[in-house]
């Protein structure tokens, strides 16, 4: 099916015909006639679905050709200065990633926009409102801000959008968002998009979404098609070496390194920068103008590495990201699922390497139940690991989603230390194999 054929409107197939698209995907072709009949809709979608599109697209569409009768003219349009759109969504870089999506395929629209987040002044966000907007993005922290100084109107919002609610909930803004939808009319269309259905995402979507449509492109808590998953086993105090004899050894360029600490990450960005590796860290205390300096180097390919924590990574729009290295596994096993979400987007194929070290085995378990399949493992000649005793450590901030199961044999399939077997090498894309996610064990 093409876009033609989703009833989108000149202006929008325009937009879409610039970027180069033809066919929407799987989420956009399921979601958009769904939003355009007005309906509410709870969505699993991971990040690199083309999740994002597959809500402004409808949303632009219905403000440009509400379905009452109204006209859409942008001189009626003009009468509007509070926002008939709010999109929540869980950090800064989402949100400019949001509003750049609204931007591009809204070009043709007239239609204006605006982000609203932390970190930088409030007062430019103050007047562009005052200007009149037809659709807001914000970060539930500065809405409220904004809530408290009366200088945003939410009486107009005719369509709520609650982006990557999964991790609204990890990073503690239930509260903000509760408060931020008492604040709305009533009567509103409501779309909900999440990567998992954690429970209390599933709370959430019963408060909020009335007899919603529900959409899920990707089986529950399975990560994006067309990514190889690898494990390397190594001592922890080897790893830093290890990466860097990876980046020589096979020239890699654009990685996406997780570190699980901002400590971490500015340790990792210093070492790998002063050995030759060209980085940076992206993590939650560089000021907002330090991330986005680094992620334009990144996306320009001026950085080899970007070494980052989970919440800073948070909706990364990478296009054709070819590798995610976990430096560190995560405590929190969906956070796995999230940063392979960085690689292997909209169709192209990635590689997550994750470098596991024995006091990781609790993690790498975790993970392997979510995956509902084991990841091969290896380990790399000259970097064998000298600890193989599994000495379990307690996850910090939050207790493992998963409760450890009995401990099981692992097979000759996981682990092959007998037969070392270094990663592919970079620039050859990870082809289907016998592990790939499509083909879990069951
Ligand atoms: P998202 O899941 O919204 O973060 O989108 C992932 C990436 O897919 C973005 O870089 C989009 O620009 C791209 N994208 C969205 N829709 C399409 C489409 N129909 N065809 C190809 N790429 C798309």
Redesign the pocket.
Known sequence: MQ?TELGLSAELLRA?GE???????P??LQAIPHILAGRDLEAL??????????FVLPILQRLTHPLNGQTGSPLQRINHTAPRVLVLVPTRELAA?VLE?VRVYGAHTGLRSLAVYGGVGINPQIQTMRRGIDILVATPGRLLDHLGQRTVDLSKVQTLVLDEADRMFDMGFIRDIRRIIERLPRERQNLMFSATFAAEVRELAHAVLRNPALVEVAPRNAPADLVSHAVIRVDQDQKRDMLLHLFAAHGWHQVLVFCRTKHGADALAKRLDQSGVRSAALHGNKSQNARTRALADFKAGKLAALVATDIAARGL?I?SLPRVVNFELPNVPEDYIHRIGRTG???ASGEALSLVSSDERIQLRDIERLLKREIDASVLPGFEPRHTHAVPRPAAGRPPAHKPAPARGRSGTAERSGAPRPPRPAGGRAKPASHHSGQRHR
């Open positions: 876009f879409i970027q180069g698209y033809t066919t929407p995907t989420v956009q979608a991971q990040t690199g679905t083309g999740k994002t599109a597959a990633q999506s729009d296009d987007r909209a169709g």
